[in-house]
């Protein structure tokens, strides 16, 4: 439970704050992740950064903005986001060899956007 | 585009009874099919995952089936208990340099003692 951590665990923000969100992952992972869990939606796969290089960024509005400093910690740079951005966003992480191995979750930030 | 299409989105059974629940996917190149469980509250945890090279894998209560031509796998749940009350997601995945999980929008199973 405590391979992937997040913090904060729930935060409200005005749309005109700026804040981050952090993710430590303790596993020795190659691969780290960035998604949005909404009610009643899949989760939506954000970023992807593997070997700390961005491999995937899934469309995602620049009010939103990733940064992986090294293969251990991920953050999520958010501004002037919008109501509709509440979620709640989970980390993962996972060792990538020659093919998808199991994603490890972080327990996520809950994110209020009034 | 990718797609995962997850049913039933609820599902109620009664303790003891089995559960299925069924997703199928539209890209013929996934090779990789996980499925995690989220309690409420809680993370999403995998609970058993399946390779394109094999079409049935089982731990304990819990089996998965895969038809690649197809395009469909599914979660059994045998003897359910009470504690197996939650948010099942499946997903798929191709084996690139992306490592891209496409998830399904997810079951809410019900476990009535």
């Known amino acids: 439970e405590t391979g992937v951590t997040q913090t904060p665990r729930h935060l409200v923000m005005g749309m005109t704050n700026k804040k981050s969100l952090k993710c430590e992952q303790h596993l020795g992972h190659n691969a780290m992740y960035w998604y949005k869990q909404s009610a009643k939606k899949p989760l939506e796969l954000m970023f992807v950064?593997?070997?700390?290089?961005?491999?995937e960024n899934n469309s995602v509005p620049s009010r939103f903005s990733p940064e992986c400093p090294n293969s251990s910690h991920l953050f999520l740079h958010l501004h002037t986001l919008q109501p509709e951005d509440s979620a709640l966003y989970l980390c993962?992480?996972?060792?990538?060899?020659?093919?998808?191995?199991?994603?490890?979750f972080g327990p996520g930030t809950r994110l209020l956007v009034l | 585009g990718e797609n995962v299409e997850q049913h039933p989105s609820t599902l109620s059974v009664q303790e003891g009874d089995s559960a299925v629940i069924k997703c199928t996917y539209s890209?013929?190149?996934?090779?990789?099919f996980p499925w995690y469980k989220q309690e409420l509250g809680k993370r999403p945890q995998l609970i058993i995952d399946i390779r394109s090279n094999v079409g049935e894998k089982k731990d304990q209560r819990i089996a998965v089936t895969l038809n690649k031509t197809a395009k469909h796998f599914s979660l059994h749940i045998t003897e359910t208990q009470p504690e197996d009350s939650a948010v099942y997601f499946c997903a798929a995945s191709r084996m690139d340099s992306s490592y891209k999980l496409i998830f399904g929008s997810g079951t809410r199973l019900l476990v009535r003692p």
């Open positions: 890209d013929s190149a996934s090779n990789y």
């Open positions: 993962a992480s996972s060792q990538e060899r020659e093919g998808p191995e199991t994603q490890y």
């Open positions: 950064y593997n070997f700390k290089e961005q491999t």
